[in-house]
Protein backbone atom coordinates (compact mmCIF):
# COMPACT_ATOMS: atom_id res chain seq x y z
CA UNK A 1 0.00 0.00 0.00
CA UNK A 2 0.94 3.41 -0.27
CA UNK A 3 2.41 4.89 -3.31
CA UNK A 4 5.14 6.97 -4.75
CA UNK A 5 3.76 10.16 -3.12
CA UNK A 6 4.79 8.92 0.75
CA UNK A 7 8.58 8.99 -0.62
CA UNK A 8 8.32 12.28 -2.07
CA UNK A 9 6.21 13.74 0.89
CA UNK A 10 9.15 12.25 3.16
CA UNK A 11 12.07 13.31 0.77
CA UNK A 12 10.52 17.14 -0.01
CA UNK A 13 9.35 19.24 2.84
CA UNK A 14 7.38 21.41 0.91
CA UNK A 15 5.25 18.43 -0.35
CA UNK A 16 4.92 16.93 3.18
CA UNK A 17 3.87 20.65 4.14
CA UNK A 18 1.03 21.17 1.52
CA UNK A 19 -0.49 18.10 2.23
CA UNK A 20 -0.48 18.70 5.99
CA UNK A 21 -2.10 21.77 5.19
CA UNK A 22 -4.72 20.56 2.83
CA UNK A 23 -5.79 17.63 5.22
CA UNK A 24 -5.64 20.01 8.08
CA UNK A 25 -8.35 22.15 6.17
CA UNK A 26 -10.99 19.14 7.34
CA UNK A 27 -10.56 20.87 10.53
CA UNK A 28 -10.31 24.44 9.74
CA UNK A 29 -6.81 24.73 9.10
CA UNK A 30 -3.16 23.46 9.99
CA UNK A 31 -3.46 26.62 13.30
CA UNK A 32 -6.87 24.65 14.46
CA UNK A 33 -4.62 21.80 13.93
CA UNK A 34 -1.65 22.02 15.68
CA UNK A 35 -3.71 23.50 18.53
CA UNK A 36 -6.33 20.67 19.15
CA UNK A 37 -4.01 18.72 21.37
CA UNK A 38 -2.97 21.69 23.49
CA UNK A 39 -6.92 22.59 24.39
CA UNK A 40 -7.64 22.75 28.38
CA UNK A 41 -3.54 22.23 28.90
CA UNK A 42 -1.78 24.35 31.43
CA UNK A 43 1.46 25.17 30.18
CA UNK A 44 3.65 27.79 31.17
CA UNK A 45 7.35 28.72 29.90
CA UNK A 46 9.08 25.84 32.18
CA UNK A 47 6.92 22.79 31.29
CA UNK A 48 9.20 20.54 30.50
CA UNK A 49 7.47 19.14 26.82
CA UNK A 50 8.82 16.08 24.44
CA UNK A 51 7.44 16.34 21.02
CA UNK A 52 7.84 12.54 20.07
CA UNK A 53 8.20 11.73 16.09
CA UNK A 54 8.73 15.18 15.91
CA UNK A 55 9.69 15.10 12.16
CA UNK A 56 11.08 18.46 10.61
CA UNK A 57 9.33 20.61 13.59
CA UNK A 58 5.69 21.08 12.21
CA UNK A 59 4.12 20.70 15.64
CA UNK A 60 7.11 22.03 17.58
CA UNK A 61 7.32 25.15 16.32
CA UNK A 62 4.03 25.84 18.13
CA UNK A 63 5.26 24.28 21.13
CA UNK A 64 7.65 26.43 21.36
CA UNK A 65 5.81 29.64 21.68
CA UNK A 66 4.24 28.29 24.79
CA UNK A 67 7.53 26.66 26.74
CA UNK A 68 11.34 27.54 26.25
CA UNK A 69 11.44 23.89 27.22
CA UNK A 70 10.95 21.41 24.49
CA UNK A 71 12.80 18.84 23.28
CA UNK A 72 12.15 17.16 19.76
CA UNK A 73 12.94 13.34 19.50
CA UNK A 74 13.00 11.61 16.14
CA UNK A 75 14.80 8.45 14.51
CA UNK A 76 14.93 10.65 11.22
CA UNK A 77 18.29 12.52 10.94
CA UNK A 78 17.17 14.47 7.46
CA UNK A 79 13.90 15.03 9.65
CA UNK A 80 15.98 16.22 12.54
CA UNK A 81 18.56 18.98 10.63
CA UNK A 82 15.42 20.52 8.83
CA UNK A 83 13.71 20.46 12.32
CA UNK A 84 16.96 22.41 14.02
CA UNK A 85 16.79 24.92 11.07
CA UNK A 86 13.07 25.23 10.99
CA UNK A 87 12.68 25.17 15.15
CA UNK A 88 15.94 26.48 16.39
CA UNK A 89 14.67 27.32 19.64
CA UNK A 90 13.97 23.30 20.85
CA UNK A 91 16.74 20.91 21.74
CA UNK A 92 16.74 17.65 19.77
CA UNK A 93 17.74 14.02 20.00
CA UNK A 94 17.92 11.64 17.44
CA UNK A 95 16.46 8.37 19.00
CA UNK A 96 13.56 5.62 18.58
CA UNK A 97 10.71 6.13 20.18
CA UNK A 98 10.47 2.80 21.67
CA UNK A 99 13.71 3.11 23.67
CA UNK A 100 14.24 6.68 24.64
CA UNK A 101 17.13 8.48 25.87
CA UNK A 102 15.79 9.82 29.21
CA UNK A 103 15.43 9.11 32.58
CA UNK A 104 11.78 8.23 34.50
CA UNK A 105 9.61 10.77 35.52
CA UNK A 106 11.55 13.17 32.97
CA UNK A 107 9.05 15.55 31.36
CA UNK A 108 6.04 17.15 32.22
CA UNK A 109 4.29 16.86 29.07
CA UNK A 110 4.36 14.50 26.10
CA UNK A 111 3.14 15.66 22.85
CA UNK A 112 2.85 13.35 19.19
CA UNK A 113 0.85 14.19 16.06
CA UNK A 114 0.26 11.88 13.20
CA UNK A 115 3.08 9.68 14.07
CA UNK A 116 1.32 6.81 16.22
CA UNK A 117 -0.29 5.29 12.67
CA UNK A 118 3.31 4.74 11.75
CA UNK A 119 4.17 2.07 14.32
CA UNK A 120 3.58 -1.63 14.01
CA UNK A 121 1.55 -2.98 16.96
CA UNK A 122 4.34 -4.48 19.17
CA UNK A 123 5.86 -1.03 18.39
CA UNK A 124 2.97 0.68 19.45
CA UNK A 125 2.58 -0.91 22.87
CA UNK A 126 6.34 -0.58 23.61
CA UNK A 127 6.33 3.52 22.96
CA UNK A 128 3.42 4.15 24.90
CA UNK A 129 5.15 1.97 27.97
CA UNK A 130 8.03 4.25 27.43
CA UNK A 131 5.76 7.41 27.34
CA UNK A 132 4.40 6.41 30.59
CA UNK A 133 8.01 5.87 31.74
CA UNK A 134 9.14 9.39 30.70
CA UNK A 135 6.70 11.36 32.13
CA UNK A 136 6.35 12.67 35.47
CA UNK A 137 3.45 11.77 37.84
CA UNK A 138 0.08 13.49 37.13
CA UNK A 139 2.13 14.12 33.34
CA UNK A 140 0.05 14.73 30.66
CA UNK A 141 0.67 12.57 27.25
CA UNK A 142 -1.79 14.19 24.30
CA UNK A 143 -1.65 13.24 20.99
CA UNK A 144 -3.33 13.62 17.22
CA UNK A 145 -4.03 10.81 15.00
CA UNK A 146 -6.57 9.32 12.26
CA UNK A 147 -9.60 7.34 13.82
CA UNK A 148 -12.19 5.22 12.07
CA UNK A 149 -14.75 8.14 11.33
CA UNK A 150 -17.96 7.91 12.59
CA UNK A 151 -20.13 10.17 9.93
CA UNK A 152 -19.85 7.88 6.45
CA UNK A 153 -19.00 11.10 4.39
CA UNK A 154 -15.94 11.09 5.78
CA UNK A 155 -14.86 7.90 4.60
CA UNK A 156 -13.85 8.12 1.17
CA UNK A 157 -11.37 11.41 1.43
CA UNK A 158 -9.95 9.19 4.51
CA UNK A 159 -9.62 5.90 2.07
CA UNK A 160 -7.68 8.15 -0.39
CA UNK A 161 -4.88 9.85 2.08
CA UNK A 162 -4.24 6.75 3.66
CA UNK A 163 -4.26 4.91 -0.24
CA UNK A 164 -1.98 7.49 -1.27
CA UNK A 165 0.43 8.10 1.54
CA UNK A 166 0.01 5.71 4.23
CA UNK A 167 0.95 2.08 4.93
CA UNK A 168 -0.89 -0.79 6.64
CA UNK A 169 0.01 0.26 9.93
CA UNK A 170 -2.41 3.11 9.71
CA UNK A 171 -5.27 1.42 8.08
CA UNK A 172 -4.81 -0.68 11.93
CA UNK A 173 -4.62 2.50 14.23
CA UNK A 174 -8.43 2.77 12.97
CA UNK A 175 -9.39 -0.82 14.29
CA UNK A 176 -7.18 0.15 17.82
CA UNK A 177 -8.90 1.45 20.52
CA UNK A 178 -6.25 3.79 21.71
CA UNK A 179 -8.28 5.02 25.02
CA UNK A 180 -8.09 1.24 26.05
CA UNK A 181 -4.60 0.65 25.44
CA UNK A 182 -3.26 3.97 27.38
CA UNK A 183 -5.82 2.16 30.13
CA UNK A 184 -4.15 -0.68 30.22
CA UNK A 185 -1.03 0.64 30.16
CA UNK A 186 -1.63 2.79 33.45
CA UNK A 187 -2.68 5.77 32.15
CA UNK A 188 -6.18 7.84 33.09
CA UNK A 189 -7.80 9.19 29.85
CA UNK A 190 -9.23 12.36 30.44
CA UNK A 191 -10.29 13.28 26.92
CA UNK A 192 -10.77 11.85 23.59
CA UNK A 193 -12.20 14.01 21.54
CA UNK A 194 -12.77 13.21 17.74
CA UNK A 195 -13.02 15.79 14.80
CA UNK A 196 -13.53 15.75 10.85
CA UNK A 197 -16.39 13.66 10.78
CA UNK A 198 -14.66 11.38 13.54
CA UNK A 199 -11.68 10.87 10.94
CA UNK A 200 -9.08 12.64 13.55
CA UNK A 201 -8.77 11.82 17.32
CA UNK A 202 -7.35 13.65 20.57
CA UNK A 203 -6.65 12.43 23.34
CA UNK A 204 -5.32 13.61 26.20
CA UNK A 205 -4.17 11.27 29.13
CA UNK A 206 -2.25 11.64 33.08
CA UNK A 207 -0.03 9.50 34.32
C1 LIG B 1 4.10 11.65 9.73
S1 LIG B 1 5.56 12.26 10.51
C2 LIG B 1 4.89 13.35 11.75
C3 LIG B 1 5.77 14.56 11.90
C4 LIG B 1 5.21 15.66 12.81
N1 LIG B 1 5.01 15.16 14.18
C5 LIG B 1 3.93 16.27 12.30
O1 LIG B 1 3.03 16.53 13.10
O2 LIG B 1 3.81 16.56 11.11
C6 LIG B 1 6.06 10.87 11.46
C7 LIG B 1 7.47 11.02 12.04
O3 LIG B 1 7.70 9.91 12.91
C8 LIG B 1 9.07 9.53 12.80
N2 LIG B 1 9.18 8.16 13.30
C9 LIG B 1 8.63 7.04 12.74
N3 LIG B 1 8.93 5.96 13.49
C10 LIG B 1 9.67 6.42 14.54
C11 LIG B 1 10.25 5.78 15.68
N4 LIG B 1 10.14 4.46 15.87
N5 LIG B 1 10.94 6.54 16.56
C12 LIG B 1 11.06 7.87 16.37
N6 LIG B 1 10.53 8.53 15.32
C13 LIG B 1 9.84 7.80 14.42
C14 LIG B 1 9.39 9.72 11.35
O4 LIG B 1 10.79 9.84 11.14
C15 LIG B 1 8.61 10.98 11.02
O5 LIG B 1 9.42 12.12 11.16
Known amino acids: MATILRDWSYRYQ ?10 ALSVGGE ?22 CCGSGQAT ?24 RNVPQAK ?24 LHEMESEQLQKIL ?4 RVLKREGIFTLVDFHHPTNFLFKPPLWMFLWLFETKTAWRLLKTDLPQLLTQIGFQVQKQSLHAGGSIQ ?3 AKK
Open 202 to 204: VIQ
Open 14 to 23: WLYDSISRLA
Open 61 to 84: RVLVKYSQNVVGLDASPLSLARAR
Open 129 to 132: KEVY
Open 92 to 115: YVEAFAEKMPFSENEFDLVHVSVA
Open 31 to 52: TNFRQLTLHGLTINSDTKILDL
